[in-house]
C-alpha cells in the first residue's frame, strides 16, 4: 500500500471535506500498471507493473533507453490507451471506470498534450489553434478569443496569432502547441519528446518557458524526454528502465 | 466549428478537391441536361401528339373509349362547354361527333373516319388545320364542305374542288348519305390519319346522320398540356355533374404513354449508373483522404475531441464538396438547357421519321424544377449516403494507434 493512498483513506475515514482531500492527494497516481502489447502470436511487454504518483505542480521529466516504456506511460496517464492491468487515478477519477466519451470529455477539461512534431491543425491559424480546445470546451467567442490570446502572450507569440503553422518556425510552432495545451486550464500537460524537433536555442526557450508556466500557474508538467537540459531543469526525474521505474529524484526547486 | 474547418479542410488538397468539383459538376451538367432533354422531348411528343387530334384532354359519354358509336352521345352540349372554357388552364372546348363512313367516288370506295367539328374552335385544339396540303381548312359558315387526308383523296382519285360520296349509318341507325365538296386536303405526315381521316362540318354532320344538336365529345386544349393536367380534378367534377367522364392525355394516348414509361425507365438505368461511378469516385477520394490523415485523427481525439464530430466533420467536407460539384453543375448545365430550350436541337436526318408522329424537325430540352434538380439531388444524396461508411469508420479510431498511423 503506498504511503499516499493509506494517508488520503484515514483522512477520509476523519471526515475532511473532499475538496481538500482532493487538493492534498496526488494528482495523479498509477499503481501496478502492466501494458502488454500483442502482435500476432509474440506478446510484447510494453510496462511490468509500475507504480508512481504525480503531485500537484510537479515539474518533472521521464527518461529512459527507447522502448523503456516512457511514451506508453504517458499514454496511459493521458487516457489515451488502456492499461492490461492495474489503476491509474487522475484528479480522482479511475481512468479504467470511464468509457470512451468520458476520457474524451476528461482529456478535453484536466489534460493538455504537447508532441514531439507539434500537431497544430494546418488550417488554423496560430489563434485559432489555441482557441480550438475553448471551442470544444463550449467556452463563449469572446472569453474564448481573449483567453487564447492571453495564452499566445503567454508564449511570446504576440503578432504572430494569424499565421498559420506553415508560416511559422519549428521553435514558434511548439509555443503554439505548449499554449494550446494550458489555454484549456489543465490539471497536467503531458509533453512527449517536446524538443525533439527543435535546435538548441528553440528548446532552451522552450524549456524555459514552461518551467516558468510551471511554476506561474501551477500546472503539473511530466515530460517524456531524452533531452539533458529538459532533465536538468526538472524538480523531479524518474527514469525508466524494461518498463519498470528504475530511479525517481526529486531536486529542489530552483 | 465543424462547417468551418470542414470548408478549410476541402481547400487543403486544391487540386483534388477541384478534380472531384469537376467530374461531380460534370456527371450533374450531364445528367440536367440529359433529363431536360428527355422531359423536353417528351413534352414535345405528347403536345405534337395530342395537339394534331385527340387534343390534351376529352369529355365522353361514358363507355365511348370502349364504345365509339355515334349514338353514344353527349346532349346539349353547350352549357357543359360554357362550364368547360370557364376552368382555369382550358383554352378550348370544341364540340365534335365522329362515325366511321364509306367515302366513295364513283366505283372507287375507302372507309373512313369522319369527324364533324366547329372550325372556329377546333383551329384552337387541334394542328389539323395548320397541316394543310392543298385548297383550305373548313371556315365558320361552311355548310358544303370537307377536309380530307391527302393520301385518302389519291386512293380515291379525287383532288381540291371534286365532290366525295359518304356513305354510313345515323345515330338512329337510319342509312346517312351525303355528298360533299373537298374544300382542302391535309398532309400531316402519319400514315393512318393522312388516308383515313376526314373533317365536315359539325352542322352539316348532325344533319346528315340525324343527331338533334348532340356531339360525341369535347375536345379540350390550353396553353400547355401541364394547365389541362391541373385542370383535371375541376373537369372531372363538372363532367361528373353532366353525367359523363374525363379522359386524360395518357388514356387518349395509351401507346405513347407506355413507350415514355419504357424509355423513362431504360434511361433512369443509364442515369443510375452514372450517378454510380460518381458516387464510387468521389467516395475512393474519401477513404483517401480519411487515411492520409488518420493521423490527424488521432491527434483530435487526443486533444478531446470526440470520435463522432471528427466523423461529422469529415461527412460535411463530403457534403460541401458534392454540394460545390454539383451546385456549378447546375450553374452551367441550366443556361445551356435554357438556350436550347429557345434555339432547339436539330436532327439531321430524321425529319420524316419525326413528322410521322407530328413532332417538330427540332427537339427542345425543357428546364423545370424536375430536370434541373433531380440528378444533381441524386448524386448529393448518393454520396452523402455513402460517405457515411467511412466516417462512421473515423468513430471506431483508437487515438493511440491513429497516432501512430504513417
Redesign the interface.
Known sequence: MCPERAGTRNRIARGQPEGALRERSPLVSCRGLIKTYVQGAIEVPALRGVDLDLARGDFATLAGPSGSGKTTLL?MI?G??RPSAGDVVLDGRNLATLG??EL??????R?G?V?QSY?L????SALENVE??L??QGIAPRERRQRALEALADVGLEGLEGRRPAHLSGGQQQRVAVA?ALVGRPAIVLADEPTANLDTRNAEELIELMAALNARLGTTFLMGTHDARVIARAQRHIELTDGRISSDETRPAG | ?LAS?AW??L??QKTRTIISMISMGFASLLLVFMLSLQIGSYDTMKTGTLRLQDGFAQVQPPGYADDPDISNLIEDPAPIIAELKAVEGIAEAAPRAGTFVILANGETSYGAAVLGIAPESEVNVSTLGAALGQGRYLEPGDTDAIYLGETLARNLGLAVGDRVSLLGSGADRSVAADSLEIVGLFRTGVPQIDRQLAQMPLDRFQETFALQGEVNVIALSGKRLADVNRALPELRRIAAAHGLVVRDWAELQPALKQAIALDVSTSAAIYLSLVAVVTFIILNTLYMSVLERTR?FG?????????GAIGRMMWLELILLAALGCASGVALGAPLVLWFQQHGIPVPGMENIMAQFGLPSRIYPSLDPISASAGPLAILASVALGGLVPCLRIRRL???SA?RAA
Open positions: 499514454n493521458g489515451l490507451d470512451k466519451a474524451a470529455e476528461l482529456r478535453l477539461h489534460i498534450f508532441f500537431n491543425i494546418p488550417v488554423l480550438f480546445i471551442r470544444l494550446r | 466549428m474547418l478549410r479542410n481547400w487543403r490527424e491527434i483530435l481525439l487526443a486533444l478531446g475531441m470526440k470520435p483508437h487515438p493511440v497516432m
